[in-house]
């Protein structure tokens, strides 16, 4: 870990932390030791949020490790979820126009590409997108995404099964262009496409400015590309040892990986530098 001793200066008021590939585990578990240090700075009273792209449902399994105010960022900043409720309580999403205009440019200049949409109602998929991704049981299927008029899209999912992952995300982006904001989260091959301004930075930044939090007193930790907003963002920012390559550059601090629970060994010593 960077300079152990730093983490007496500028104590923190908020930390901020992805999940998967971060404070998770590979195997998607939690560690105690991960639990027991978030329950410890939150008992000093400091706040805590989780910012992940993951949708509000796959928070609730993890309701014991929210902060004490339980909110969740999600969706890389389309929802914000009070996972004790289970409610999504803000949501940003995606025009309609907007999505239709992607979805049929990418159909058009990279075939073979499928969606899915993650609503504040839950996830809807197109049938060949379903047939190649788990996905819940209330899943709402569809011949073509754009049909769907129930529920405005907070992150539209595409996936190109025939492009390696970093070439889809690539032309993907390309395609979007300055329509939406397309983010990697490491997860199977998907481009997560948000409305423009849509980002964990913006989300947390949000969220903090409620809570009367700058973001120099704001810690984050983070692994993956879709991280980098909310890492440059925040008064200081610490990957994992096991992070893409592009966020290890980016940050102010490093940790042990996800594996050697870097996150919790962290907040233990920022915890031992605020005792007696």
């Known amino acids: 870990m960077d300079d152990p001793t730093g983490l007496r200066r500028g104590t923190p008021r908020l930390i901020a932390t992805d999940l998967d590939g971060t404070l998770l585990r590979s195997d998607g578990t939690v560690s105690g030791r991960s639990v027991a240090a978030l ?7 400091l706040e805590t949020v989780l910012v992940t792209a993951r949708p509000p449902r796959w928070l609730d399994e993890l309701a014991h490790v929210v902060g004490a105010r339980g909110v969740a960022i999600c969706g890389n900043g389309a929802f914000r979820y009070d996972v004790a409720r289970q409610r999504v ?14 979805v049929r440019d990418l159909r058009e200049q990279v075939p073979g590409t499928g969606f899915a949409a993650e609503r504040s109602t839950g996830l809807a ?112 920012s610490f990957a994992v040892a096991n992070a893409h390559p592009d966020v290890l550059t980016a940050v102010t601090d490093h940790c042990p990986g996800n594996d050697e629970d870097g996150v919790a060994r962290t907040l233990e010593m920022l915890l031992d530098g605020l005792g007696p």
Request: no cysteine; net charge negative.
């Open 39 to 45: 329950r410890g700075v939150a008992e000093v009273g």
């Open 89 to 102: 309580f803000r949501e940003r999403t995606m025009a309609r126009d907007v999505v239709t205009e992607i």
């Open 125 to 236: 998929a197109e049938s060949m997108f379903a047939a190649i991704h788990d996905h819940p049981e209330d899943l709402v299927t569809t011949s073509e995404i754009e049909l769907l008029r129930d529920a405005a899209v907070g992150k539209l999912l595409a996936r190109n099964p025939h492009l390696t992952d970093e070439e889809f995300i690539e032309v993907a982006t390309q395609v979007v262009g300055d329509r939406a904001i397309v983010a990697f989260s490491g997860a199977g091959g998907l481009a997560e496409i948000s409305a423009l301004g849509v980002t964990k930075a913006a989300a947390l930044r949000e969220w903090s400015d409620e809570l009367g939090i700058a973001s120099e007193e704001v810690w984050a930790f983070g692994d993956m590309p879709n991280d980098l907003p909310m890492l440059q963002w925040a008064g200081r």
